[in-house]
């Protein structure tokens, strides 16, 4: 998988570059080449949190390669299948997951963005959903995802209406969190990853999955599990460790 995807470590910090020129787009190869690379990280009791990009300037992705659906006739659903397999496992990744968009953010680009936890973008950068414009529709989450975001009425205009939104545009309706300037989207997303490192992985773990439950579930059953939680990790050790690093006035020692 390295000439698509390139992983980087950086202790507890991971680093996944898409990388097939011109446009970084997605193959069924590197599509599970994605899900196993995150697999592989939520393994990893060391990694604590994830970076996205895209190799070169122009493009973070253009998102699928279309002659990839016409390699055989069951490429379409294999293709499908990948993209669901990989964006999904990419979504509930154990850790905080950053997009940094350096760029083109285009259909199956921008829903890899959009199964991440947080955006970041830069100021050039453009992002759509254009795959009714040649008869289809985003199939890895963006019909949900997206509509999640910014709401129905925004998600309408991109997807139904072919709207290419660009990154201060992206930043106003809630689509991206934070816009920078040209070649910093990796700077600013490294610092916001070395942010996480000062909480506890269970904790940020915890906090994900019962946050992420509030798309599918009620809040009269959501709250009794957010207590739930809360008493599983005072149990645990890093609770303890939080707790006596705090009185102590020193950075916590996480396990």
Do not use: H
């Amino acid at each position: 998988m390295s000439e698509l995807l390139k992983l980087e470590k950086n202790g507890p910090i991971a680093c996944i570059t898409m990388c097939n020129p011109p446009a970084n787009t997605w193959t069924e190869e590197s599509l599970l080449g994605l899900r196993d690379l995150v697999n592989e990280l939520n393994d990893d009791k060391g990694n604590i949190a994830l970076v996205i990009t895209g190799d070169g300037e122009k493009f973070f992705s253009a998102g699928a390669d279309l002659k990839s659906f016409n390699a055989s006739p069951i490429a379409p659903q294999n293709m499908a299948y990948a993209f669901g397999e990989a964006f999904e496992t990419l979504s509930w990744y154990k850790g905080i997951s950053i997009a940094a968009i350096n760029g083109y953010a285009m259909g199956g680009g921008l829903e890899v963005a959009l199964a991440c936890d947080t955006r970041i973008a830069e100021e050039q950068a453009t992002l759509a959903l254009p795959e009714a414009k040649i008869g289809l529709l985003p199939c890895a989450g963006g019909t949900q995802n997206l509509a999640w975001l910014v709401g129905e009425a925004w998600a309408k205009r991109m997807i139904l209406c072919g709207e290419q939104i660009k990154a201060d545009q992206a930043l106003r309706i809630g689509l991206v969190e934070q816009v920078v300037e040209k070649g910093q989207a990796f700077n600013t997303a490294m610092d916001l990853a070395k942010g996480s490192l000062r909480q506890s992985p269970d904790s940020i773990k915890a906090c994900k999955q019962l946050i992420q439950a509030a798309r599918k579930g009620k809040l009269v059953d959501a709250l009794p599990l957010e207590r739930e939680e809360f008493l599983k990790l005072f149990k645990g050790e890093n609770a303890l460790e939080g707790v006596s690093s705090f009185i102590q006035k020193r950075d916590p020692l996480w396990k």
